[in-house]
């Protein structure tokens, strides 16, 4: 265990439905994010939050919807995707955003797989 | 943010000395040079993060040269387990100065009984 918890490791969804993604951390770090790794590509930084607050969202279509309810919590709402969106979807988190590229804790990723 | 040049992909054999070359010819001063370590269906993990000469820590070492241009990875006698992806990272300490982690393609070494 990293000390970042993803659930669930695995969800299969049709393009109708609506599901969300869920991340703890454990570590009282203040900054958290969400990463999409696509087969084959590097990941791609989705969503920023410190505090609670979204500080960046990278050009993100709206179907992904991130929340994050206190800094512990992070969740990643998911409507209408497209078969594309098929991948692996991993939430990290960081002291803060102010620790740059050094001290970030990733969990395990939820494989997602839109049929 | 400093761009980042490494191998797609190396092999190697088990008990074997492994170096991974990452340039970075337009580092900036601020920045600091780091690697993580990506296992299949796994998140990445950090290895070791280093400014300049030698770091060394239990999994890996860093060798920098001094013009920093250029930074080198290396797992002493590697295993089956160390088949990953390993990223090479660099950026500063400070977010809005350019310490998002933002990952290349990295390299994916295997490791061959």
């Known amino acids: 265990e990293t000390g970042v918890t993803q659930t669930p490791r695995h969800l299969v969804m049709g393009m109708t439905n609506k599901k969300s993604l869920k991340c703890e951390q454990h570590?009282?770090?203040?900054?958290m994010y969400w990463y999409k790794q696509s087969a084959k590509k590097p990941l791609e930084l989705m969503f920023v939050y410190s505090l609670e607050e979204r500080v960046e969202n990278n050009s993100v279509p709206s179907r992904f919807s991130p929340e994050c309810p206190n800094s512990s919590h992070l969740f990643l709402h998911l409507h209408t995707l497209q078969p594309e969106d098929s991948a692996l979807y991993l939430c990290?988190?960081?002291?803060?955003?102010?620790?740059?590229?050094?001290?970030?804790?990733f969990g395990s990723g939820t494989r997602l797989t839109v049929v | 943010l400093a761009k980042t040049t490494q191998p797609i992909s190396m092999d190697s054999y088990e008990g074997q000395e492994v170096n991974i070359t990452c340039s970075h010819n337009n580092i900036a001063t601020n920045d600091y040079i780091t690697w993580y370590q990506q296992f299949p269906s796994q998140g990445p993990r950090f290895i070791i993060q280093?400014?300049?000469t030698k770091v060394t820590n239990e999994v890996a070492s860093l060798f920098i040269p001094a013009d920093r241009k250029s930074s080198t990875l290396s797992l002493p006698r590697v295993s089956l387990s160390d088949t990953a992806v390993y990223y090479c990272l660099v950026g500063t300490m400070i977010y809005n100065q350019g310490g998002k982690l933002i990952f290349g393609q990295g390299t994916e070494l295997s490791v061959k009984p």
């Open positions: 570590l009282g770090h203040n900054a």
């Open positions: 280093g400014y300049k």
């Open positions: 990290a988190s960081s002291p803060s955003p102010g620790s740059g590229i050094y001290g970030y804790t």
